[in-house]
């Protein structure tokens, strides 16, 4: 069993997950930690044909295996080391957050804001009424850094 502490990395896809995916690489290859990557698929709304229904929840899930393995391909480049990743459904807050208190080896939850406005539902979820409930570091990496930046900072 790997007992190195990990950081997890909540990857959705969208630009600011891919700087929270390379500040977490970076930072866990200089403590000799782990990252795992986390995506969350939604289930499908229901429908009364239930092959369709089906259908779209196999793709979805396709497409989350194929996010996953491409972006543990860049932090594998990062770090030199391939991280774990774990793919569950449900909705997003409320099964990262089951996951994180089920996982004692979490050291920190590793999340990109939006570079613009509001900085989305996850950063506001987990550093709102949340963040004293959890039993981890969350850390909150701004979406507009550069690469040089996120070097230093780590």
Do not use: N
Not at 21 to 43: G, W
Not at 61 to 84: K, Y
Not at 97 to 122: C, Q, T
């Amino acid at each position: 069993m790997d007992t190195a502490p990990t950081y997890l990395v909540i990857i959705d896809g969208t630009e600011e997950s891919r700087v929270a995916l390379r500040f977490a690489s970076l930072r866990a290859s200089h403590v000799q930690a782990s990252v795992t990557l986390l995506h969350v698929i939604r289930p499908p709304e229901f429908m009364q044909w239930g092959g369709v229904q089906q259908a779209i929840a196999a793709e979805a899930e396709t497409e989350a295996e194929a996010l996953l393995a491409s972006v543990a391909d860049e932090a594998e480049t990062i770090s030199g080391m391939r991280p774990q990743t774990v793919l569950l459904k449900g909705d997003a807050a409320p099964t990262i957050f089951e996951h994180i208190r089920s996982d004692p080896g979490i050291r920190a939850l590793v999340l990109g804001a939006a570079p613009k406005g509001a900085p989305g539902p996850l950063v506001s979820y987990f550093s709102g009424e949340r963040a004293g409930q959890l039993p981890c570091v969350v850390i909150v990496v701004p979406g507009g850094l550069d690469s040089e930046r996120l070097q230093s900072l780590t």
